[in-house]
């Protein structure tokens, strides 16, 4: 075998050894079936195994990585990915959907706290953190990251803002977060997100709030320290409309590099991410039902 193949190989064995171990899957429903677990690139079509989408992502100077927030297999994988890319290089960023601006200040002190050796007791609390997320799903990542080198960062609104926006909904600058088709894409998820039940005349605020979300994901991301990592709900780094066109207009031109955690039968396609990673579904909830409660 020549020399620079030997090379190449043992190089290659070595990157997929640092790995940690890929979690067990959480969510009960689908496990057997084959494209549960498949990563795909979706510019080429291509299957990726766990180590060549690490690979994949190391590059990336911006990642932005699609959940749902309930599934906890999503949790479990994000976790995943963020260790694995530290194996990989020097993290510049994490950035979170979850945090708000208000909490910043929170963030730091536990940073500090867990350096010099303290034990937080209730860290949710220490945190300010938001009821609406579950502690159980994110706590992992946040205590992975408040103990690590790089900074953990808010990259939402607060609810003042978002409030504001609502009232007085700002003029959104940009020709690909302003198309027409992208308003009305966005438009009709809030409506089908609220079961029909929105009334229409609510819809422009509402879309508003969405869209300034975004803008403020995209402002965080361009200046956090990279690589920066976000860690936000599917709709929000679509390619297509969310997040990657905000960046687009704020003059990255590239979008950042997208990767959609999805569950087994949700189609993902190149217009909406980069790459896809399939996971199982997590028992069906009529939440639709509950809202009409």
Do not use: F
């Not at 966005?186 to 709030?209: F, T, Y």
């Amino acid at each position: 075998m020549r020399p620079i193949l030997l090379s190449l190989l043992v190089l290659l064995s070595a990157c997929q050894a640092a790995l940690p171990p890929l979690p067990a899957w959480q969510s009960p429903e689908g496990r057997e079936q084959a494209q549960v677990g498949q990563i795909l690139d979706l510019r080429s079509g291509q299957p990726l195994n766990p180590a060549q989408l690490v690979e994949r992502l190391a590059g990336a100077s911006r990642l932005l990585i699609g959940e749902r927030h309930d599934n906890a297999d999503h949790h479990v994988l994000q976790h995943w990915l963020l260790e694995a890319l530290e194996h990989r290089r020097a993290q510049g960023s994490l950035l979170l959907e979850m945090l708000n601006p208000d909490q910043q200040a929170r963030v730091e002190a536990a940073r500090r706290g867990i350096a010099s050796g303290q034990t937080i007791a209730d860290l949710p609390a220490a945190l300010a953190w938001q009821k609406g997320w579950d502690w159980a799903l994110y706590g992992p990542i946040v205590r992975h990251a408040l103990d690590r080198p790089y900074p953990l960062l808010a990259a939402n609104l607060d609810r003042p803002q978002l409030l504001q926006v609502y009232r007085q909904p700002p003029a959104l600058s940009g020709l690909r977060s302003t198309a027409p088709a992208v308003r009305a894409a966005l438009q009709e998820q809030i409506r089908e997100s609220h079961c029909g039940k929105l009334p229409d005349s609510q819809l422009p605020a509402m879309l508003a709030v969405q869209q300034q979300r975004d803008r403020r994901m995209a402002e965080a991301l361009l200046a956090a320290p990279a690589p920066s990592l976000l860690l936000a709900g599917a709709y929000h780094v679509r390619r297509d409309l969310g997040v990657p066109l905000h960046l687009q207009d704020l003059g990255e031109p590239t979008g950042g590099l997208v990767l959609i955690l999805a569950e087994l039968g949700q189609t993902v396609t190149a217009a909406e991410a980069d790459l896809v990673w399939y996971t199982p579904r997590r028992p069906e909830q009529d939440y639709c039902a509950a809202l009409g409660e």
